[in-house]
């Protein structure tokens, strides 16, 4: 979960730009809102993968899409602790960050495991970039158990590749 | 020092999304030093790494590798000496070793909400990934389902 310029993303940034609001450097963002916002982007990922895995026909990851939806709620309770608005489920593929994509849009079995692969790997990442930016004991254990539920999904993935 | 809990904080407190984890106290309490709050998962490391060193085989071989690096990040980061070794049941290698797995978790959790340093941060939620993947791969080779927490907090059922 790098960095994402989704049509959303760059949506709000021009709804921000036309309204005449300096987008602020990360640096230089209150704590609170920085945590906010990396809650924000971290609530918006898990919506993308339990969209991602709902859509994808792949065996042995029945389970991945409800895990991912409670990642997301257990998240947005945090956000809300902020006061923050949460982010609704992803509806399309329109909205979805490349790594999320790439999953539904790989053709073959093995393709789309690959491309899973990646996407979690993406997902673990996205989680570790952020955790420098979290507040609360709780929310830090939050985003690290988030993390570490998506190296599960990983070896599930090799596993299963590697047969 | 005790400190009066926020609004905020017990919101968050009450987000934990069945996370049941040690530390959560309503009455927050300076927590102890970074090496203090790492000497239990280095602990742990040094147990699995024995563990798997005496299973051998291939996997015994592989995470007995890893353990050993977990405890070299965790001195290198500082991590105190001499925490108890976690308990763990008697029976076959791989029952042993998943709950141990499983108190490594609950170590690096723990350390993960307070510890200060943003690298001891890092590291704790690394190992502790590092400890979820291991746990999955134990499961699998004892024949159960891998997954069974959207939150793998060591509390899960092993």
């Known amino acids: ?163 | 020092m005790v400190a009066t809990v926020s609004r905020r904080g017990l919101l968050a407190a009450g987000a934990g999304a069945g996370l049941a984890l040690a530390g959560c106290d309503l009455q927050e309490e300076e927590p102890p030093p970074d090496s203090e709050l790492l000497a239990p998962s280095l602990a742990a490391a040094v147990a699995l790494a024995g563990l798997y060193e005496r299973a051998g085989g291939r996997l015994g071989g592989e995470l007995a590798a890893r353990e050993r690096s977990h405890a070299e990040r965790l001195r290198e980061a500082g991590a105190g000496e001499g925490a108890p070794t976690p308990e763990a049941p008697g029976g076959p290698p791989l029952e042993v070793a998943l709950a141990l797995e499983q108190a490594a978790t609950r170590a690096h959790v723990h350390a993960a909400g307070l510890v200060r340093a943003p690298a001891a941060r890092a590291l704790t939620a690394e190992l502790l990934a590092d400890a979820a993947r291991h746990t999955v791969q134990l499961r699998e080779r004892l024949g159960r389902e891998g997954l069974t927490t959207a939150f793998p907090d060591g509390r899960d059922d092993a």
Do not use: W
Request: net charge negative.
């Open chain 1, 1 to 163: 979960m790098p960095e994402r310029l989704t049509r959303r993303a760059a949506l709000a940034a021009a709804a921000a730009g036309a309204a005449g609001f300096a987008i602020a450097a990360p640096q230089s963002l209150a704590r609170g809102a920085s945590e906010g916002e990396a809650l924000t982007e971290l609530i918006r990922a898990e919506e993308d993968a339990a969209f991602v895995y709902t859509e994808a026909v792949l065996d042995g990851t029945a389970a991945l899409a409800a895990q991912d939806s409670e990642h997301a709620k257990a998240l947005a309770s945090h956000l809300e602790a902020l006061g923050m608005p949460v982010p609704g489920p992803t509806r399309g593929t329109e909205d979805l960050a490349p790594e999320a994509l790439a999953v539904l849009e790989a053709r073959g079995d093995q393709a789309r495991r690959r491309e899973a692969m990646a996407f979690e790997r993406s997902l673990i990442t996205g989680c570790l970039q952020r955790l420098p930016r979290l507040e609360e004991p709780n929310t830090v254990r939050t985003v690290a158990t988030v993390m570490a539920s998506h190296a599960q999904h990983l070896v599930l993935h090799e596993l299963i590749d590697h047969g």
